[in-house]
């Protein structure tokens, strides 16, 4: 598993890059545009402005993402 881990003023999204497709999954259901897919994964390039919805978590397919609002 190859973690990557970004910290938010309030919130922690892990990506296992490992395990991520770049399905963009989360990149679509996300009500604040936080993701962008860059090199076929998911990053969260904007992540102060998530609104912890869990909906990028429950969406991907691969269980690639684990959100702190969400465990």
Partial sequence: ???KEWKGE??????????CAGHAA????????VYEIQDGKA???NID????CCACAEAC???????SACE
Avoid: K
């Fill in 61 to 67: 397919p691969v269980l690639a993402i684990v959100h």
């Fill in 10 to 19: 309030e919130v922690t999204i892990r990506v296992d890059y490992e395990g």
């Fill in 43 to 45: 990053f969260p390039v």
């Fill in 26 to 33: 989360c990149e679509e259901v996300c009500p604040s545009e």
């Fill in 49 to 52: 402005d998530c609104v912890q």
């Fill in 1 to 3: 598993m190859d973690l």
